[in-house]
Nanobody
Framework: QIQVVESGGGSVQAGGSLRLSCVAS????????MGWFRQAPGKEREAVAT???????HYIDSVKGRFTISKDSAKSTLYLQMNSLKPEDAAMYFC????????????????????WGQGTQVTISS
């Protein structure tokens, strides 16, 4: 059973930065994919960024150039560096993981991931 735990959320002013971390454990295979998703109040959960088993990153358009997803395989840790934060980035951020690669042609599919963390809150003040 894969377990996923996020950390690093908090409150920051618009234009500021935050780094989220996610530790995943319990993998039984050497290849895995991970991702960050977010859900704002009254909205559906959406993909933010994912990283494939070959470390190739994928982003939604609204965070390209501002957010960076990265993975430290030795530590089984996923990061999301968020810069130039905007009020619309405020949400509960969830880390997700699963074994194997992302689906070809569908790198941001929420349903690809079977294991989820509890979430970490990101608040942006303007």
């Amino acid at each position: 059973q894969i377990q996923v735990v996020e950390s690093g959320g908090g409150s920051v002013q618009a234009g500021g930065s935050l780094r989220l971390s996610c530790v995943a454990s319990g993998y039984t295979h050497n290849t895995y994919c991970m991702g960050w998703f977010r859900q704002a109040p009254g909205k559906e959960r959406e993909a933010v960024a994912t990283i494939d088993s070959d470390d190739s990153p994928h982003y939604i358009d609204s965070v390209k150039g501002r957010f960076t997803i990265s993975k430290d395989s030795a530590k089984s840790t996923l990061y999301l560096q968020m810069n130039s934060l905007k009020p619309e980035d405020a949400a509960m951020y969830f880390c997700a993981a699963d074994e194997g690669p992302l689906w070809t042609g569908l790198p941001l599919m929420e349903s690809r991931f079977g294991y989820w963390g509890q979430g970490t809150q990101v608040t942006i003040s303007s």
